[in-house]
């Protein structure tokens, strides 16, 4: 009877909590757990070092979940994003870094865009009071369903054909897959197929690796020392400036290559602190990380790797922003291509800082100019250190005080920023409506933000390049979707614990008190009201992509991202 009031008693509280879901069907039980334990990447990990409230068993058992799959099925496609790595238990699997495509297979449950139904039933929908969220028992029916769903695997592959193919590598029991993706929230840059029947995996969500690294020097090490180890020679063949370069080369560059991080994860805070407290951005530039600077030698090529890195020259007792860098860019080859020239004295022509965070890779001179210069396309040598910010050559270019604006206030992490044009916006709030009607009377954004002459970034979630209001979510509510990357929030899982909106540089996730379908606010058992996160997402069921965009009558509304420069000013006008 007790069980039973209980029972009553959660169902009845509608607050979400860490672990109320596993991220598997169920718990993994104590066998599982310490079989895991037993793994190579986990031996040296200490229960002891981790926290009363934090036990390790009980992260391995909800964070964690073991799969079964066959010979052929698809474990992950490269393009995707995720947030998991994964251990081989048993069996063995494949991996192809080449054509995404070439694996894509059957996507079994898998939705990639929205249903005709799904959007005709949001029409014929009951009105429901503002904020209304389901109640426990149907949101948990909802998840459960989403989740297994993902379960179902993404698709088979010929085994044989693609194993003939060049770029194939195997991985056998115990070996570790998919840190990369996990560790910087980026798409993965291979997919990975079963080699056998009966193949067991354990996976583990970004949320459990995150506490075991926390805690645990050990496995940080290896966790790092493997993603340097891959992440290395994967970012080598990634990057297009490297298309040219040989196998053997690309292997001796990536043996004398370092990683080196500037900046810190934290940087959101002290941002919006120093945002609100000086009202400015001029200062800005003071509190970014020096890499490199402007009339010192040069120290190697340098490929940022994730993160973006502001490039400036002095001018009278200050710099001025001439450009920015990002995934793939380079800084200092123009200067290595003059010393292979042979000219003297040749010294960096710019300064490169970190934006908030950023990870490069350094590669020595000397190897640049021995395996990457002969035969590098001659557009790779045309751009000055201070221009290679991934522009196309004839694109008009930035003025200044637009670079500064869009730098300055950290927009360039935009890919899907709400982008008002001043000039022909009349305020009719068409964009307003159209937005709550797409999500039952609930606009998930407010339209108002910096703006700098006829451009204003709106207050909307700019689904960005790096979401760093990924990082802190101790559930996985706010998540990317593995096939577009839009930034959403599983409100099913969401404790409303505002780690997410706190984090967001740009102020874009709110906090709202949440109602039953009566509109009263729902409460907890101690009485106090219940909130969740929510968010701009792109409108994610909609037939006709972001209904802000479609309805505005005059063409002053655009998701853009921010460093598309041509595009971004040519709407502008």
Known sequence: MDVELLDQQDERDERNRRWDEPFGDTLLDPQAVARVLALPAFTDVEAENFPPWLPLADILANDGRLRRVNRGEVIIRKGDYGNSLFVILEGAVAGLGASAAETRGTRAGRRTRPSWRRALGRLFARPTPPEYRATR??????????????????????????????????????????EIAALTRSPRNASVFAL?????????????????????????????????????????????????????ALDEIAQHSLFETYGNFDWTQRFKSEIGRRR??????????????????????????????????????????????????????????????????????????????????????????????????AHFLKASSGDQSGQAETAEPMRQGMMDFVVDHRFINGENAMVINLDRCVGCDDCVRACA?????????????????????????MHCSDPVCLIGCPTGAIHR???????IIDDSIC????????????????????????????????????ARATKCDLCAGQLTGPACAQACPHDALARVNIRDTEKLLKWLG
């Open 137 to 178: 028992h149907n949101r948990r029916a909802r998840h459960q369903a989403a989740r297994a769903d993902t379960l179902q695997g993404i698709g088979k592959v010929d085994v044989n054909a693609l194993m003939a193919k060049s770029g194939t590598f195997t991985l056998s029991a115990p070996e570790m897959f998919g």
């Open 280 to 377: 400015g951005t001029g200062h800005i530039i003071e509190q970014e990380p020096l890499i490199c600077q402007e009339g010192n030698h040069v120290d190697g090529l340098l490929l940022i790797n994730n993160g973006f890195a502001r490039v400036s020259e002095r001018v009278d007792h200050g710099e001025r922003t001439i450009g920015h860098l990002s995934h793939d860019d380079t800084f200092g080859l123009s200067e290595i291509a003059a010393m292979e020239r042979g000219e003297h004295g040749v010294t960096l022509s710019a300064s490169l800082r970190a934006i908030g965070y950023v990870d490069v890779i350094r590669i020595p001179t000397s190897l640049i100019r021995e395996h990457v210069l002969p035969g590098l396309p």
């Open 437 to 461: 009607t797409a999500h039952d009377n609930n606009p998930r954004f407010v339209r108002h933000g910096h703006a700098f002459e006829n451009a204003m970034i709106v207050n909307a979630c």
């Open 495 to 530: 404790i409303g614990c505002s780690t997410c909106a706190n984090s967001c540089p740009y102020n874009n996730i709110r906090m709202v008190d949440i109602r039953d379908e009566t509109g009263a606010i729902m409460r907890d058992r101690e009485g106090r009201p219940i």
């Open 481 to 487: 979707t593995a096939e577009t990357g839009t930034v």
């Open 196 to 248: 056998e029947d009966d193949t067991v995996l354990f996976e583990l969500r970004w949320q459990g690796l995150r506490e075991i690294r926390n805690w645990s020097l050990p496995f940080r090490e290896r966790i790092d020392a493997l993603y340097h180890e891959r992440g290395l020679l994967t970012r080598l063949l990634q990057c297009p400036v490297f298309d040219h370069v040989g196998d053997a």
